[in-house]
């Protein structure tokens, strides 16, 4: 969908919502709080169902599925869901562009779940190889991070490859029928190249992307919603840890929740650990550089602080 017409999309449910009375925390027709919560594939809503940290809930969850962080960053500045989870990048993309987002909790994991892969087959050896290439990550999102790292380090700008801003759906299918060169993609979308179409991992995220994953809310769900959103972030906090001791548990959980096979969903989950952690300076200090690196590149003009992009008042909630 073009972004206009997405972004007209999501104001318009942004006001259905509006319009039917949903702007509080008693959301529901019952009375009964509703927090209206986004998450990606395989993300926030797998790991807290399978977890069971959502028993005992005193408030009702309206999930929302998104194919990537971009429309559901774009969905919580609307207003439309309360909050979601994002990588570093895409949510300072979005911050930076102007929403009214805040990170409330953070996550960190290594950097090899990101990736950029090439075909088996492809005469592709290298970086710096790619000059003059089609490569395909989504606008803003963890993948054009990394992207514009690999670049630099091999002595290339922005424009000496022609990047393909796609959907991970849409850049699966051009990466397996060879309209793209390259992809720079996650989670277990690397664990559907390398496992279905035997994909190459040219380079990936470890030791250049700072590993942070945020919880982002919108500044009306912060203020009208703070007890919800404070339990809710307690009860992630603790699937978070529950996954990282039970990963073949959690596979099978997110095999049964998204429909991936059982070894794909098993790769993803042993190559994409996240554990919950407070919100401190040094978040604030990477959150600089992953934005100093898009405005570099023109990416990113706005000059919009970082700083304001981050609420500590939920640092508790990360505590076992």
Not at 65 to 87: I, S, T
Not at 253 to 278: C, D, F, N
Request: charged content about 20%; overall charge neutral.
């Amino acid at each position: 969908m073009h972004r206009r017409s997405f972004a007209i999309a999501i104001a318009a449910l942004a006001a259905a919502f509006t319009l039917n009375g949903c702007g509080g925390a008693h959301d529901g027709a019952d009375g009964q709080p509703v927090l209206k919560v986004g998450s990606q594939r395989g993300g926030t809503k797998a790991i807290l169902i399978a977890s069971g940290a959502l028993e005992g809930t005193p408030y009702r969850i309206e999930w929302s599925e998104f194919p990537a962080a971009q429309p559901l960053l774009e969905a919580v500045g609307a207003g439309a869901v309360d909050l979601g989870e994002a990588g570093d990048a895409p949510f300072l993309y979005a911050y930076a562009s102007g929403a009214k987002i805040k990170a409330v909790q953070a996550g960190k994991s290594g950097g090899s779940s990101t990736a950029l892969l090439v075909r088996k087959d492809s005469p592709i050896r290298a970086v710096a190889d790619l000059r003059g290439k089609k490569v395909a990550t989504g606008r803003g999102s963890i993948g054009h991070y990394l992207l514009l790292r690999l670049l630099d380090e091999a002595g290339l700008k922005p424009g000496d490859v022609q990047v393909v801003f796609l959907s991970p759906g849409d850049a699966k299918a051009a990466f397996t029928s060879g309209a793209i060169d390259a992809w720079v993609t996650w989670g277990s979308y690397v664990a559907l190249a390398r496992l279905h179409d035997d994909a190459t991992i040219l380079a990936d995220g470890d030791g250049r992307l700072g590993g942070y994953g945020f919880e982002a809310a919108s500044e009306a769900a912060i203020a009208g919603k703070r007890p919800q959103v404070e339990d809710f972030l307690r009860r992630l906090a603790k699937a978070r840890r529950w996954a990282g001791e039970h990963p073949r548990e959690f596979a099978a959980a997110l095999s049964k929740e998204t429909g991936l096979q059982p070894e794909v969903a098993l790769y993803t989950v042993q190559h994409y650990r996240i554990a919950p952690a407070v919100i401190d300076d040094q978040a604030v200090i990477e959150a600089r550089a992953v934005l100093d690196r898009f405005r570099g590149a023109g990416a990113v003009t706005s000059t919009r602080d970082p700083a304001g992009a981050f609420d500590r008042s939920f640092n508790a909630a990360v505590a076992p």
